[in-house]
């Protein structure tokens, strides 16, 4: 760091969430949570670094994240803890479930998270370097009707936010199984090798380390090099073929429209069968993925444990807020202080203080100005507070020992005992 000016900027990438996004980012992880909660998700919160092992085995080490994207923590010189700030959630509650023994749980165990990720990522819209995701995970369950549940949860999540099903679409794509993909590789290999001369640097590497994501370079040359590309769908073995077909067909049940896309392969290597992303269909992210997942089959064993098969999905929580600004679904209401304390002269001040302690002691929301000297300011902020009650006390209530309750709606007032002012309080705001 050079110089004081960068020192008062956040670091790139990154960004504060004022007083005026709160209510809203609350929202859309309280619409999420309460989703997940009703599909049977319970919540868990993990440390937001891990070993870095974690994230480079289960990512997979040829991945973008694990070659270019993690943040690796350093404590002092000579320190060789390696550790990551988490890029991602997946990795960390595979690592949970087994160190707290979830695997003898009933299964499948569901559960949810939310919290800041890190990728070192090139900044723009909707790609920050932390972000939020929030996110659910079903460890125990090879079944379709979990890849079901899981996708029905993320779109209901969605649609009650009011994102409506033409502003998002679901695109789903199977990869197979460790039986029948690398058949398929071979395959896709032999025609990338037809195309070498027609292929951007990044999909040359990724046909050596990960050759299925070629099909997902964004670059529009590769796109029209590969659209005869060979499709996963037409190479699953039985299994991945009857799994995939009847997890389309509770989709279909449900009555949620999905895009069967074979470039949906995904950038994370621990993925298996089942793959989609909720991508938008509208607003400055138009295109971009408001949320992912997929199954990951073998991403436990990769740990060196018991298989278990898995599902799951997260949403970028800023994405699903920016589509939401975009089609102006940003208003929320907020909580507005119920009662405002005015005070006036110095001993009615401590007076207003201890006034102040009884009502939040009692549950009232409150708001005042103690340290402002005139009626007129206080009255103006009660009004701008939108408040409904002000209790105003001065030097003559403080020698009678009573309190004016005034109704800011309609202006009456009256003055009140101070040992009765609070039930007359809590009944009016009933
Ligand atoms: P992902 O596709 O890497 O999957 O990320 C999921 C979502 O996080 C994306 O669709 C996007 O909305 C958001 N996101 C990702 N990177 C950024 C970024 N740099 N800035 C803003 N938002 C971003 C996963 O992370 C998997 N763990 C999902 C999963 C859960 N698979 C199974 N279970």
Partial sequence: MSNEKQLLQSVRGTSDLLPNDQPLFQRVNRVFADIAIACGFKEISLPIFEYSWLFQKGVGSTSDIATKEMYYLHHKEGDNLDIALRPEGTAGIVRA???HGMHTWSQPVRLFYSGPMFRHERPQKGRER???????ESIGESDSSEDALVILAACQALYRLQIKPENFSVHINSIGCTHCRPKYIKKLLAYIKTRQDKLCDDC????????????????KTCQAHTTDAPNHLDHLCDNCK???????????????????????????????????????ETGTLKGQALGAGGRYDNLVATYGRRKAPAVGFSAGVERVITILKDLKLS?????????????????????????LRQLLAAGIKTASSLSSNSLKTQLKM??????????????????????????LQNGSQETVDLKQYLAILLERLK
């Fill in 331 to 355: 208003k929320v209401p907020t909580e507005k202080p119920q009662v405002f304390v005015i005070q006036l002269g110095s001993s009615a001040k401590k007076k207003a203080f201890s006034i």
């Fill in 382 to 407: 009660a009004t701008k507070n939108n408040v409904r009650f002000a209790l105003i006390i001065g030097q003559r209530e403080l020698l009678d020992k009573t309190v004016i309750i005034k109704d």
């Fill in 204 to 219: 040359l590497l990724r046909a050596e380390t990960n050759p299925m994501r070629v099909l997902d370079c964004k670059n």
């Fill in 242 to 280: 009857n799994h995939f077909k009847s997890t389309l067909e509770y989709l279909e049940e449900a009555g949620i429209s999905f895009n069967i896309n074979h470039r949906i392969v995904r950038g994370l290597d621990y993925y298996t069968r089942t793959v989609f992303e909720l991508i938008a």
């Fill in 130 to 136: 932390q972000f939020t995701q929030f996110g659910i």
């Fill in 97 to 99: 479930y087994y160190e």
